[in-house]
């Protein structure tokens, strides 16, 4: 089923895509955020490995199928406006999803590559018990040097962290990095580095991830598929 996400800026209108229960019949919601050149129907694509008969599923376009133009390394200003309007497409999102009855205890955050990084820097800047975020490939937002002066608390969210030891994107220091502050902030880190991996996803990342759905569903028979 297609929709319009609520936000504003240059993301505004772009579509919503949702697979899974109906979000007024969910228990939990899966919140995912497709990478750069990429589109919310691949995202979806990594949501069926990780779908429970209890779950709704919302995945967000960019427009232009891009969050933001240039790294995520860059200076924060480099990327605006588009940065900001990614991080309220997910605040949006989030709204709704509680607004349905679903307490933010029952979401999942993830995303692949620039969507893993608003994930995680979405979650930090927003900090509260998650059902989960999930990074494949991502880290914290802003150049080397920036301030970490997030506020609230992850409160013990179960946090999956996974990257290539040589991702040509995602520098590894970015990666320890962001379990650092994730884990100070209160979330329960599982990081695991694959070595030369490259710029993807594998199937121990999905069966990590496939843990966390399996929690917050209260499913045990979900499993990666």
Known sequence: MVERNRANGPHKGQELLTAGKALDEAQAVMILIHGRGASAYDILELGTYLASPEMA???????????????????????????????????????????????????????????????SEFAARHA???????????????????????????????????????????????????????AELGGAVTKKIYPNMGHTIIQDEIDEAGKIVAIVTGNPSVRSR
């Open 128 to 182: 509260r018990r998650y059902g989960g975020l999930l990074i494949f490939s991502g880290g914290l937002i802003g150049p080397p040097g920036t301030p970490r002066n997030y506020e609230g608390s992850l409160d013990g969210t179960p946090i999956f962290i996974g990257c290539s030891d040589v991702d040509f994107h995602i520098p590894l220091q970015r990666v320890e990095e962001t379990a650092t502050v994730l």
């Open 57 to 119: 599923q919302l995945a967000p376009q960019a427009a232009n199928s891009t969050w933001y133009p240039y790294s995520f390394l860059s200076p924060l200003e480099q990327n605006e406006p588009g940065l900001s309007s990614a991080l309220q497409v997910i605040s949006e999102l989030v709204a709704q999803v509680e607004d349905a009855g679903i307490p933010a205890a029952n979401i999942i955050i993830g995303g692949f590559s620039q969507g893993a990084c608003l994930a």
